[in-house]
């Protein structure tokens, strides 16, 4: 797999401007320049604006196929050319169609933080993948490779990122399948694990990048194998927003008391420093709250024992269930945050 940065691609583009500055292309050059300019007198639209742009690619296909520069130019030649139109073009556009609204953003963010927790408890097995295909080594490639899509801007090299991330899982399921003599399972294997290194990536903005690709990449290119895991891909972004707890092998109740504590993982995360002195500030801040509020939600704490009702006995043992559940939610998320639960009390209680 190609990669964006490699020296075929800046051929294709730095060739493509070569031949541009040159006064037989001033007819194509000025093409362009006029198509940017009536671009820029429209309101964005990201599916208008891809339209518009999908229409000026195939004219401009049918141009350079037809002029003198390109005459006696192979097929790879003027493949190239095109290639360097799109990284040109969609580079000039990259403000005007990336994220192109505030509905694009809030879905980003969406998809993000749902990735964001859970990273914190998904694992191999919620996916229903086999111990044989578990590859930390192989993963980590894949991962890094999705991550790198926010470093480029033009349609083709973002996807390039995409592809190389799914073919790195496409060579882990054959080299598996030809050492233990099994037959690959296809989209069935496939798919969860591409699901597994999104969750793991968390690539950034990936709602946006998705579209961006689909709408702005010629679409003579999205065919074929291209098609098939720009496909895959966003199929593990809808599982994402989607998930529960039947798409991870898990009973609903179970699933939403990992979302709880993943919640309270991350508000943990994000308020402070997550060693146990650098949480004795937020802590005080925490205790004085509980003392306060210690009446209202403990109405039993200076009570003696031969005083209490029957009845009060019963809302006593109810309010020692609830606080039970959720010391056990708090200690899982401590857990998970590698936070020592006595050094932090500690913290609290010198303070």
């Given at each position: 797999m190609e990669s964006?940065?490699?020296?075929?691609?800046?051929?294709?583009?730095?060739?493509?401007?070569d031949r541009m500055r040159r006064p037989e292309a001033a007819g194509l050059f000025r093409s362009i320049k006029s198509f940017l300019a009536s671009l820029s007198l429209e309101e964005p639209s990201a599916e208008a604006d891809g339209a518009r742009v999908q229409a000026f690619f195939a004219e401009m296909e049918a141009?350079?196929?037809?002029?003198?520069?390109?005459?006696?130019?192979?097929?790879?030649?003027?493949?190239?050319?095109l290639e360097g139109l799109e990284k040109y073009i969609m580079t000039?556009?990259?403000?005007?169609?990336?994220?192109?609204?505030?509905?694009?953003?809030?879905?980003?963010?969406?998809?993000?933080?749902?990735?964001g927790l859970l990273q914190r408890f998904?694992?191999?097995?919620?996916?229903?993948?086999?111990?044989?295909?578990?590859?930390?080594?192989?993963?980590?490639?894949?991962v890094k490779e999705l991550q790198k899509i926010n470093s480029f801007k033009s349609p083709w090299e973002k996807l390039l990122c995409m592809m190389s991330c799914?073919?790195?899982?496409?060579?882990?399921?054959?080299?598996?399948?030809?050492?233990?003599?099994?037959?690959?399972?296809?989209?069935?294997?496939?798919?969860?694990?591409?699901?597994?290194?999104?969750?793991?990536?968390?690539?950034?903005?990936?709602?946006?990048?998705?579209?961006?690709?689909?709408?702005?990449?010629?679409?003579?290119?999205?065919?074929?194998?291209v098609e098939y895991y720009l496909t895959n891909l966003i199929s593990a972004k809808m599982f994402i927003i989607n998930v529960n707890g039947h798409s991870l092998s898990m009973e609903e109740s179970e699933f939403q008391k990992h979302m709880e504590s993943a919640t309270l993982g991350t508000q943990m995360s994000v308020a402070g420093p997550s060693s146990p002195q650098g949480l004795a500030t937020s802590t005080r801040g925490l205790q004085k709250q509980i003392d306060?509020?210690?009446?209202?939600r403990f109405p039993f704490m200076d009570s003696e024992t031969e005083n209490l009702t029957p009845a009060e006995l019963k809302q006593l043992h109810g309010l020692y269930r609830k606080t039970v559940s959720r010391y056990t939610l708090l200690s899982k998320a401590?857990?998970?945050?590698?936070?020592?639960?006595?050094?932090?009390?500690?913290?609290?209680?010198?303070?």
């Open positions: 964006p940065t490699s020296a075929a691609s800046r051929v294709d583009f730095y060739g493509f401007l141009a350079i196929r037809g002029h003198p520069l390109w005459a006696d130019a192979t097929h790879q030649e003027i493949d190239h050319a000039k556009l990259f403000d005007r169609t990336f994220v192109a609204s505030p509905e694009d953003a809030a879905a980003d963010a969406e998809v993000s933080d749902k990735i998904v694992r191999p097995h919620h996916l229903d993948i086999p111990k044989v295909l578990n590859n930390e080594a192989s993963w980590l490639i894949a799914c073919q790195v899982i496409n060579n882990l399921l054959l080299n598996v399948s030809m050492t233990n003599d099994r037959t690959p399972s296809g989209a069935d294997e496939f798919l969860p694990i591409l699901i597994y290194i999104t969750i793991k990536a968390n690539p950034p903005q990936l709602h946006s990048n998705l579209k961006f690709v689909q709408l702005f990449r010629r679409e003579t290119k999205l065919v074929s194998e306060a509020e210690a009446g209202s401590l857990r998970k945050l590698s936070i020592d639960e006595d050094q932090l009390l500690a913290s609290v209680d010198d303070s």
